[in-house]
């Protein structure tokens, strides 16, 4: 099997094929348009540029296009770029396929949906568990295969059960430890929190906002799905009301997303735990990227710090 587009050092030539995750369109400093390319493969995804694109390139050169390149391997601003020297479409000929470059979950997807409905089973308050097995049955298709983001965190196929089911572990930890937490309404909130992106994006392939997505957003897509499956299940009662209140303060501030601060205990505790969750997926991925004795490029979404990767971390 041919080496994953994030394996190859700086210096090296590449001859491979790519698929195209996105491609964006600038103007250079001479005038001329070009495109940004960000090509992937299951090892992770690397920038290039299409220096004077043509207006039939922005077409050729569109999300979800499996292209054959050849370039090199070089450093810009702190990470690696690829410098295109060809580009062409692939053909049909050349027997590959878009699944045969996504980057996909550690664990198998039949494996995730297991724990989490092993956890939904454990669950003890009926309210919260008939809420909470309604509404993954209803999106259980999309749940295991959608990304968690567009981009910084679990933005990889299947990462959203990844990123729940990595949750629902930090969640039992932490409720082993502090045994006065509602353990069914911690678990549903995490199962819960960020359903809502099966409809906020467009799906695991070049994924980007649906239109339902930029204008309401998965916390308040969800809200709704919470009050639908209440009412469709006859449930009248406060659960509703506080697992509701979860996924409005998952995202802890205003500033950050949510609505309303969190203003329950399981609340707080699943603001932490996903938060965490996030940081240590997006410093992961950063850290992949350099060597023992490096620091990896500049992370935007932690405040735009660098990390070093120890020596002895071999």
Do not use: C
């Not at 906020?200 to 919470?226: A, C, D, K, Q, R």
């Amino acid at each position: 099997m041919a080496k994953g587009i994030l394996l190859h050092e700086v210096g090296e030539q590449v001859d491979m094929y790519l698929l195209i995750k996105s491609s964006t369109k600038g103007i250079a400093s001479n005038g001329k348009p070009f495109l940004t390319l960000m090509l992937q493969d299951q090892s992770g995804d690397i920038e290039a540029k299409l220096w004077d694109a043509k207006q039939h390139d922005e077409t050729t050169y569109g999300p979800q296009t499996i292209v054959k390149v050849v370039g090199d391997i070089h450093h810009y601003r702190g990470r690696n770029q690829l410098k295109l020297r060809n580009i062409r479409p692939a053909g049909e000929h050349e027997n590959v396929q878009i699944d045969d470059f996504l980057e996909t979950a550690p664990i198998p997807k039949n494996e995730m949906m297991e724990m989490v409905t092993q956890y939904i089973f454990e669950m003890k308050n009926p309210n919260i568990q008939r809420i909470t097995r309604h509404l993954v049955k209803k999106y259980g298709n999309e749940f295991i295969d959608f990304p968690a983001a567009t981009k910084n965190h679990h933005e990889f196929v299947s990462g959203l059960a990844y990123h729940v089911v990595s949750m629902l572990q930090l969640a039992k930890s932490v409720a082993d430890l502090y045994l006065a937490l509602d353990r069914d309404l911690l678990y549903a909130g995490v199962i819960l929190h960020d359903l809502g992106k099966v409809k906020e994006l467009s799906g695991p392939v070049s994924t980007t906002y649906t239109v339902e997505g930029n204008l309401l957003g998965h916390i308040s897509i969800m809200v709704t799905e919470i009050s639908k499956a209440a009412e469709e299940l006859q449930i009248d009662s406060e659960e509703v009301l506080i697992l509701q209140h979860l996924i409005l303060s998952h995202h802890g501030k205003p500033e950050w997303g949510s609505p309303k601060p969190p203003m329950v205990k399981e609340a707080e505790v699943l603001h932490y735990i996903d938060n965490l969750d996030a940081k240590i997926n997006m410093m992961d991925r950063a850290l992949e990227r350099v060597k023992p004795g490096e620091y990896t490029e500049r992370v935007f979404a932690l405040d735009n710090r660098s990390f070093y990767k120890p020596v002895f971390h071999k």
